[in-house]
């Protein structure tokens, strides 16, 4: 098992390589399912270290994936995988200003 020290720099070296592998085909739906598995296994690692709630782990990661998945989608919009990856932080985190700038987001692609 990583340590907490760790998991921080493990996850962001998987999730860049995840973001190099599925550069290529960015509508490759295993990537988007190991980018989730990943920020899963980060909340489940936190929540079990007194870290308090799962999806509160979460946060510390939501501003970097958001963005990435903002990249792709500027590229595709049209790319269902990104926005389902998209639309799963934002439920999970389930936060009132989270909610609010994924209203204004969206509008851009309106």
Do not use: C
Request: aromatic share 10%; no cysteine.
């Amino acid at each position: 098992m990583i340590n907490d020290d760790n998991m921080s720099t493990v996850l962001k070296q998987d999730l860049e390589l995840a973001a190099t592998l599925g550069g290529a085909n960015p509508k490759n739906y295993q990537i988007w399912y190991h980018r989730r598995a990943l920020l899963e296994m980060a909340a489940k690692q936190q929540s079990g270290s007194g870290g308090g709630d799962g999806e509160k782990g979460l946060v510390v990661y939501v501003t970097d994936e958001l963005q990435y998945v903002a990249k792709v989608l500027e590229e595709d919009s049209k790319n269902y995988h990104a926005w389902s990856h998209r639309q799963w932080i934002v439920r999970t985190i389930n936060d009132a200003t989270l909610w609010e700038k994924e209203l204004e987001f969206g509008t851009y692609f309106h």
